[in-house]
């Protein structure tokens, strides 16, 4: 069955398409800025209008949808991180710009503190550091709601904190939000592969040593993950996420046969530097292990992707059909 091309076609039991890529964006104020990520080679921080310029591109190779991650300029940080609510913040600007330009494409944003407060953290922290639950929850809502009076499609809470779906759901609710949708990051872990992401919103510098693992998920847990699962969906999630992507197929596996939820994977930046890296020294092949990495996140059970190789692949998907 695996000597010639046509039965090998008929019984491939995954397939990646471009309706599986989510491309996640940085933004930062300014205009006509694209600024290089040293740690990711191709991908940059943009001014809103270049985001704009970017957005039609996106939309021409059938990218579904994107995720937004601010940069914020370091004067507006502070202990609490409540530029993250103001409605007249850079994300809140870049939705408003995004949709009015290219209304069809879902604009993802991510909830939590961490690019907007002056010690790194996705929360509040008391005098030891340690990030508070429920004050972080209360601002957390307070963010989301901004979101998705600014036109956000989907927030996406990537901070771990408790009860935080339930809070946000409850506040869209409220607000008459009804159609805005909730991507949970469930299975978040406390992982060492979001370096380069952390130097690409400006948050590294504030965190310095510290690190999450208060909040985000032991690397050594499994069943965890379903726990982590199984209470966000419960408390009002649409779709779930299990993060980083590779090294972490099992959990994939586990939580799509466990629950059968819509099921995203972050392929995160240290995933994408790692291979990039390689790719720069000609060790490995850029279009291949791209194509290669995905497919094996989507034959683990993942339903869509959020890749830094998001626009690679749409191009190679494009000119292969
Ligand atoms: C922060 C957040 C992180 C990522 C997405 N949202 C970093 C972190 O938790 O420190 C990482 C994404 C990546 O590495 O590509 N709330």
Redesign the pocket.
Known sequence: MRRDPFSRRLMRETRLTTDDLIY?VFIVEGEGERQEIPSMPDIYRLSIDELVEEAKELVELGIPAIAL?PSPNPDTKSLDGQEAWNPEGLVQRAVRALKAAQPELGLIT?V?L?PYTTHGQ?GIIDDDGYVLNDETVAALVQQALSHAEAGADVVAP??MMDGRIAAIREALEEERHIHTRILAYSAKYASS??G???DAVG?SGSLGKAD?NTY?MDVANSDEALHEVGIDLDEGADMIMVKPGMPYLDIVRRVKDEFGAPTMV?Q???EYAMHMAAVKNGWLDENAVAMESLLCIKRAGADAILTYFAKKVARLLQQST
Do not use: L
């Open positions: 996640p991650f991510d939590a961490d996705d990537s901070d592969y979001y380069p992401f952390r948050s999450k985000q972050y995160v930046s240290g």
